[in-house]
């Protein structure tokens, strides 16, 4: 922690949800990945919003909460399982962490 010029640094503990005192920060990470690669998809499929919610059975003011990153209610079972609609296979990793690391880390891939 530096103080230079009246602003307060702290250094990420590479999960901004911890950082910021979230309940659940691991699972909103892996939200936040999982309707990343969401976003990706329905992007590079030129969908609009309500055809995204037509592919993946929701509201359009769903979709438009995926595009704009807000995973919302959606479960990382729902998010996983509209990543398989769109044709993808998820695969959760949970690796042990470093010494210099307080915590693990959770990385999502998603193949296809």
């Keep these: ?7 307060f640094v702290q250094k990420s503990s590479g999960n ?6 979230m309940q659940n920060p691991d699972q909103e990470q892996l939200k ?4 990343l690669q969401i976003y990706h998809l329905i992007k590079s499929r030129k969908l609009t919003q309500t055809q995204a919610g037509e592919v993946l059975g929701i509201e359009r003011s ?19 399982g ?8 998820v695969e959760i990793n949970a690796r042990q962490t470093s010494k ?4 693990g880390g959770v990385a999502v891939q998603v193949q296809g």
């Design 1 to 7: 922690m530096n103080m230079k010029n009246n602003t």
């Design 16 to 21: 901004v949800f911890a950082d910021t005192g």
């Design 32 to 35: 936040a990945g999982l309707t």
């Design 62 to 80: 769903q979709a438009s909460a995926l595009m704009r990153n807000r995973s919302g209610n959606f479960s990382v079972k729902r998010l996983k």
């Design 82 to 89: 509209f990543l398989g609609i769109l044709g993808r296979e």
């Design 100 to 103: 210099c690391k307080k915590s």
